[in-house]
């Protein structure tokens, strides 16, 4: 199975290749939209960062191993995420479909923006490690459950989402 992915990748990288098309000039409403979802990702690294500290958990399988890295992993695998969109784009763009690349651009920078704004949120409602009264740290939080689009975080206890 692998060598077969492996040879399909490898002609389709053959053919592209062998095409010529000419480079388009990229719009500033593109490039706006590339830095958006470039800021979008590192917040969501951010606050994913922060989130791990305060006893949360990845549940995505892909992303997990990336995050329990620390923060050279979880760099590494922002980068990875990154560049994929960025690849699945210059090969729409590449084969003439403009309209497709942009909507693919701007959905995947709609749901980040929606996976941030979920992390916030929960960044929001979550304890740090120190108790309100400010008598000391708390006690351990039970496990809480929170799934979100592109990233979905555990807190070890009891379930509640």
């Known amino acids: 199975m692998r060598s077969r992915v492996f040879v399909i990748l490898l002609l389709g990288a053959g053919i592209a290749a062998a095409q010529e098309l000419p480079d388009a000039p990229i719009s500033k409403a593109t490039w706006t939209t590339f830095a958006g979802l470039g800021a979008e990702i590192v917040a969501d690294s951010v606050t994913t960062r922060i989130l791990y500290q305060r006893r949360y958990d990845e549940l995505n399988p892909l992303v997990k191993p990336f995050v ?30 403009d309209r497709a690349a942009a909507w693919f651009l701007r959905s995947v920078a709609a749901g980040e923006g929606g996976n941030v704004a979920r992390q916030f949120m929960i960044l929001r409602t979550s304890r740090n490690g120190n108790d309100p009264s400010g008598s000391g740290p708390s006690q351990p939080e039970p496990m809480r459950r929170h799934r979100t689009h592109a990233l979905a975080l555990n807190v070890r206890g009891a379930d509640v989402l």
């Not at 923060?71 to 590494?76: D, K, L, N, R, Y």
């Not at 990154?82 to 729409?92: K, S």
């Open 68 to 97: 329990h890295a620390g923060v050279p992993g979880q760099a590494g695998g922002s980068l990875l995420g990154a560049a994929a969109v960025g690849g699945v784009w210059l090969v729409l763009r590449r084969t003439h479909h």
